[in-house]
C-alpha cells in the first residue's frame, strides 16, 4: 500500500469516526469544527500536496479530489473548511519566500492556525477581475484597503492569501496576491454570516482599514497573481465536484441500506421497481460524474489546461446533486428526515456548491466560450 492508499484508509475512518457523528452538532452551535480540523492535522490532511521537506505529504492532486470526496460524504461545510486551510499551507510552501513559508507552514500543518484564500467582495464574485481592495506602494510596503466577502473560513481564520487591485481599472493584469495575519492592526473582521445550513465552512469576510503588508508578504506581483489564482480556482472546482459526488454517494448508501430493510405493503422497498429504478438512476448519474471529476484531476494533476475540464465537471455534480440528494431523501420517505440522517445538511451543501468558485451559470458560459474558441482552431473537426 502507498502513501496515497494509506491516507485515503485513514480519511475513510476518520470521515465516520470524527466528522460524521459530529456534523451535527456544528451546526447546531453554528461553528467551525477546530477540535476536528486538529484531529485531521494529526493524520496529514492540512499536507497532502505541501511537500516533504516542509512536513507536508507530498502527494498528488489525484490523491486531494478523493480526500475530498470521502470528507464530502460526511460534510460539505467541514471539508471545505479543511480543504482551503490545506490549500494555504500549500500555497506558502510553493510560492512564498522560505523565511515566510517556515514561520507560517508548521502552525498551518498542525492545524493550530486557519486559512484562507479571499477573492471575493460584496461587489465582486464570479467576475474576479472585478475586485476593488486596493494595494498602494508605500517606503514601507503594501497598504491595504477595502473588504471582503463570502470567504470560506474568514469567520476564524488567522491567515489569509489575499487578492487586491496595484493599480485601479487596469483589471486583471493589476491583480497582486498577499498574506495577511488576521492579528495585525488594519485588519477588522466581521462577524460570520449566518445562513441556511453549513456553518462549518465559516463563511463571513473582513475589511482592510490601512493594513501594512511587508514586502516580503507579496507572494505574487501583479501579471501573475490574476493567472495563478484562475488555475487554483480551477482546482477548487475539481474538488468541490468530488465533494458532491462524495454526498450523494453517501445518500445513496444509506437508502439503499434502508430499503432492504424498510417493508412497505408486505415486501422491502427494494422489492418495489420504482424504488430501484430510482436509486439505479442516481447511481448511473454518479458514476458518470465521478468519471469527470477523474478526468478533470488527472489534468490538474499533469498541469495540462484543465479549464472546460473543471467547469464541465463542477456544472455536472451540481446538478447532479440538486437532481439526486432530494430524490434518494424522497426514497427514505419521512425517515429521511431524521437528523441521524445526512440529506438536509447535504442539500445545503449542494445548494453552496453551485456558488462556490464560479456560479453555475458563470460556468455555463465559460464552457461556451471554451467550445466556441475550440471550434475557430479546428473548424474542420
Known amino acids: 500500500m502507498d502513501a496515497g492508499d494509506e491516507l485515503l484508509q485513514r480519511t475513510r475512518a476518520f470521515a465516520r469516526q470524527v466528522v460524521m457523528p459530529g456534523a451535527p452538532r456544528w451546526e447546531t452551535e453554528r461553528r467551525i469544527a477546530r477540535e476536528a480540523l486538529s484531529a485531521a492535522a494529526a493524520i496529514g490532511l492540512t499536507g497532502i500536496e505541501v511537500p516533504v521537506a516542509q512536513g507536508g505529504l507530498g502527494l498528488g492532486y489525484r490523491v486531494k479530489a478523493r480526500v475530498a470526496e470521502l470528507l464530502g460524504a460526511a460534510d460539505f461545510g467541514f471539508t471545505m473548511s479543511l480543504l482551503n486551510t490545506h490549500n494555504v499551507a500549500a500555497k506558502l510552501a510553493r510560492e512564498a519566500p522560505a523565511a515566510l513559508a517556515r514561520r507560517h507552514v508548521p502552525d498551518l500543518l498542525a492545524g493550530r492556525r486557519l486559512g484562507c484564500t479571499a477573492l471575493t467582495e460584496p461587489g465582486a464574485g464570479s467576475d474576479f477581475a472585478a475586485i476593488v481592495t486596493r494595494a498602494t506602494r508605500t517606503p514601507q510596503g503594501w497598504r491595504l484597503d477595502g473588504a471582503k466577502a463570502w470567504i470560506t473560513n474568514a469567520a476564524e481564520a488567522e491567515l489569509i492569501v489575499l ?52 514586502d516580503d508578504e507579496l507572494l505574487q506581483p501583479p501579471g501573475q497573481a490574476f493567472k495563478s489564482a484562475l488555475r487554483s480556482i480551477n482546482g477548487a472546482r475539481v474538488y468541490i465536484a468530488a465533494m458532491c459526488n462524495g454526498m450523494v454517494g453517501e445518500a445513496l448508501r444509506v437508502a439503499l441500506d434502508y430499503g432492504g430493510r424498510r417493508h412497505s405493503f408486505g415486501q422491502p422497498l427494494a422489492g418495489h421497481q420504482g424504488w430501484r429504478w430510482r436509486l439505479a438512476e442516481a447511481a448511473t448519474e454518479l458514476e458518470a460524474s465521478r468519471g469527470l471529476v477523474a478526468q478533470a484531476a488527472e489534468r490538474v494533476e499533469n498541469g495540462a489546461d484543465a479549464q472546460l475540464a473543471a467547469a464541465q465537471a463542477k456544472l455536472f455534480a451540481t446538478r447532479m446533486a440538486e437532481r439526486q440528494l432530494p430524490a434518494l431523501a424522497q426514497a427514505m420517505g419521512a425517515e429521511g428526515l431524521r437528523e441521524q ?16 468558485d464560479g456560479a453555475s451559470e458563470m460556468l455555463l458560459e465559460r464552457i461556451a466560450a471554451l467550445q466556441r474558441a475550440a471550434l475557430a482552431e479546428n473548424p474542420k473537426e
Do not use: K, M
Open 163 to 214: 487578492y487586491a487591485q496595484t493599480d485601479a481599472g487596469r483589471g486583471a493584469p493589476g491583480i497582486a496576491c498577499f498574506l495577511v495575519e488576521a492579528t495585525r492592526a488594519g485588519f477588522v473582521r466581521e462577524p460570520a454570516f449566518a445562513l441556511t445550513g453549513q456553518h462549518a465552512i465559516g463563511t463571513g469576510g473582513f475589511r482592510l482599514d490601512g493594513y501594512l503588508a511587508r
Open 341 to 356: 440522517h445526512p440529506f438536509g445538511r447535504h442539500l445545503a451543501g449542494a445548494r453552496v456548491a453551485c456558488f462556490v
